[in-house]
């Protein structure tokens, strides 16, 4: 299962909102693909439509929708939002990962 933070969860909604997508009927797609300083970095964007291989959680009102291939690199993941000073935008805290870039965008195993 993937996590949304409250801080995140308020930060979808306004980006949602921005977009043209509703909160209440359609997803964000978390992701994970080849790249990055640390060798895998993460995916995030909305979507209206699920897949067939895709997992479906909902958590603190925000409906995710991961790949299958994804999924096995984020469980147990929390998908939170900084933005403090340092202004870092959405953040994975990854209990999977063993190393992460100064960034925090990219990840290994």
């Known amino acids: 299962m993937i ?4 801080t995140a969860r308020d930060k979808v909604i306004s980006l949602m909102k921005e977009e ?9 797609r978390v992701g994970v693909k080849s790249g990055g300083c640390s060798g895998l970095s993460y995916e995030l964007t909305f979507d209206r439509e699920i897949r067939d291989t895709d997992k479906i959680f909902e958590d603190n009102q925000i409906k995710i929708a991961v790949d299958k291939k994804s999924f096995l690199y ?9 933005g403090g000073l340092n202004g870092k935008g959405f953040v994975f805290n990854n ?8 960034c925090g965008e990219s990840f290994s195993l």
């Open 3 to 6: 996590k949304v933070a409250v």
């Open 20 to 28: 043209g997508f509703s909160a209440e009927s359609d997803y964000v």
């Open 74 to 82: 984020l469980i147990g993941t929390t998908l939170d939002y900084s």
């Open 95 to 102: 209990p999977n990962a063993q190393r992460t870039c100064g």
